[in-house]
């Protein structure tokens, strides 16, 4: 019936052919991914592919791994989960979003092979990634993993290298209620005689991963064993040296925590050139880093609003770990901030909201249009009394915020999840022009 509705003579958009497949829910496991791909031919077998799990950290990762490979002269896919704002966000070839029309093509080959069984969101888009990155013949692929590792969708490739970035407690029904069994789930990425690169984290973290990978056989390695950074403050700019090279560039996304992103990604690039029989040149990975733009993550806008200049700062900051990377960015900085702020009700609101909110001179609690947020009414009695406002429409309470700040000298940080960051986000487009879509970004270097 699905895969009728969508392959007639009528052909839906991308948008909406992912929202008639967003009611099969999320699934875990490999088999009816491998199944799929193996009637499409298989095309995750034709793209040389980098696995990056982790709970924090990710994304970023992927970016500037993608950007410092486009730089180096292969051409790279980028995939990455959730989108901010548009689904076309997610695949990526040298920087630039896939079109919706080229999108929409690919979905309708998954679902024409899919048959009866229509396949979840995310397998869906998952296969739609490697039929795009086989179809325009890709050099390498960098694949943000979606949930865990071992049964995620992604791990259906068998990919050159891995990479496992900070692991912290989060989707704790799926992945387990300790660091020792999510990391376990995040192992599930190595492969055996492969490198796996890590950053050194938590102890029972550390021992579940070279438990996993002696197990399997992989090559585990800490990406932070003669890595050194230092700061150039004459120059602007920062210098890593790794066991092999020096990199000089100047940081392209903001926050202390983002620097081990980089040296990750730097790793992985140096890693993926080893196996392509040539060595990562430090200029090409000085262009490909100051090329990176990550939007919202520490991400800045500035804004004329009311007969004001104001900064807006978007940062997801959807848990725990990453709450905390945020409240030392604010703190490092000095800032003095309002807080716009909504969550989904599963990510502990009770751990991060306080932690936010402890610094800011005013704060409202907002809604956005996803079925498991959090009402803001429920975060109310998270705060001391009368401590925070509450506006449920996100377009409206970003007005607010911009209207009457507590000084216009004052920052905005709009927080909590990034589906609340992309709804704001456009909110803030639709009203006052900036920013740019995500979509329209081109987040990494352009060949």
């Not at 140096?270 to 090409?284: K, S």
């Not at 200049?309 to 960015?329: C, E, K, M, Q, W």
């Not at 509450?390 to 911009?402: H, K, P, T, W």
Request: hydrophobic share 40%; with cysteine.
């Amino acid at each position: 019936m699905l895969r009728r509705h969508v392959t007639g003579a009528t052909k839906p958009s991308a948008s909406e052919i992912l929202d008639r497949l967003e009611v099969w829910g999320q699934k875990l496991g490999l088999e009816a991914t491998g199944s799929l791909l193996d009637v499409l031919g298989r095309p995750q077998r034709r793209v040389p592919t980098v696995l990056v799990a982790g709970t924090n950290g990710k994304g970023s990762t992927s970016a500037a791994l993608a950007s410092i490979l486009s730089a180096a002269g292969f051409r790279c896919g980028l995939y990455t989960s959730p989108h901010l704002e548009h689904i076309e966000e997610r695949l990526r070839i040298d920087g630039v979003a896939i079109p919706e029309t080229e999108l929409g093509h690919r979905l309708r080959q998954v679902l024409d092979a899919a048959g009866e069984t229509p396949p979840t969101y995310f397998e869906s888009l998952t296969a739609a990634a490697w039929l795009h990155f086989a179809h325009h013949r890709v050099d390498a692929a960098v694949f943000e993993v979606g949930l865990g590792g071992r049964l995620d969708a992604t791990n259906v490739s068998d990919p050159l290298l891995s990479v496992i970035t900070q692991v912290a407690r989060d989707h704790a029904p799926q992945l387990g209620w300790t660091l020792t069994s999510i990391a376990g789930e995040k192992a599930g990425v190595m492969r055996p005689g492969r490198t796996c690169l890590t950053w050194p984290g938590r102890p029972e973290v550390e021992r579940e991963l070279r438990r996993c990978a002696a197990v399997c056989g992989a090559h585990l390695v800490d990406a932070s064993a003669g890595a050194v950074f230092e700061r150039r403050p004459e120059a602007g700019c920062l210098s890593l040296t790794t066991p092999t090279a020096q990199y000089g560039f100047r940081a392209p996304l903001a926050g202390g925590h983002q620097l081990t992103n980089l040296a990750l990604a730097v790793r992985a690039a140096e890693e993926f050139c080893t196996v392509a029989g040539r060595n990562l040149d430090p200029e090409a990975a000085r262009h490909g880093l100051e090329a990176v733009h990550w939007p919202g993550r520490l991400e800045w806008v500035d804004v004329e609003a009311h007969g004001v200049s104001r900064r807006v700062l978007f940062d997801a900051a959807h848990n725990p770990a990453g709450a905390a990377a945020l409240r030392h960015y604010l703190e490092e900085t000095g800032l003095r901030f309002d807080l716009l702020y909504g969550s989904l009700a599963e990510k502990h609101p009770e751990q991060c909201l306080p932690r936010l909110a402890e610094k800011a001179d005013r704060i409202v609690l907002t809604d956005f249009d996803r079925p498991r947020a959090a009402a803001p009414e429920t975060l109310v009695p998270l705060l001391p009394a009368g401590r925070a406002a509450v506006n449920g429409d996100a377009a409206e309470a970003l007005e607010r915020c911009l209207a009457d700040p507590s000084s216009p000298a004052h920052a905005l940080v709009v927080t909590g999840s990034l589906y609340l960051v992309g709804e704001v986000r456009r909110a803030l487009r639709r009203r006052h022009k900036v920013p740019t879509a995500a979509r329209d970004l081109v987040t990494g270097f352009q060949r």
